[in-house]
């Protein structure tokens, strides 16, 4: 995994509603993370980081994306993807501020 430095370009994601998911998009290369809206509801299905994109903070950036939009529209998040599950579980701060659903099952 590469390190953050000075150089790492700043991450913007943008949130695609037509496909459903947040993404951050580089020289033709895009990460995402998708979702699935319910009434009331965001369910963070799966994230996708590619390689040249790891340790410049992006999966990182594509949950808190997912965590302002939940607050944004009074949504309550569905973490069923592995990565942003760990993630908001290691972000207490982050995710004090939305509700959570951490009892809610991915279907198997």
């Known amino acids: 995994m590469a ?5 790492t370009p700043p ?3 943008e949130d695609d509603r ?8 580089r020289d033709g290369t895009i990460a995402y993370l998708s979702y699935r809206r319910e009434p009331g509801r965001i369910i963070l299905i ?5 390689p040249q994109f790891e340790g410049q903070g992006v999966g990182s950036a594509l949950v808190r994306a997912a ?13 069923w993807c592995p990565f942003a599950r760990h993630w908001l579980r290691t972000h207490l ?5 939305v509700s959570m659903d951490w009892a ?3 279907p198997s």
């Open 3 to 7: 390190p953050m430095t000075d150089t």
């Open 11 to 13: 991450v913007t994601v």
């Open 18 to 25: 037509a496909a459903n998911r947040l993404l951050v998009e």
């Open 46 to 50: 799966h994230t996708e980081v590619p």
């Open 67 to 79: 965590v302002d939009l939940a607050r944004t529209e009074g949504l309550t998040i569905v973490p």
């Open 93 to 97: 701060d982050v995710t004090a501020t």
């Open 104 to 106: 809610t099952p991915p």
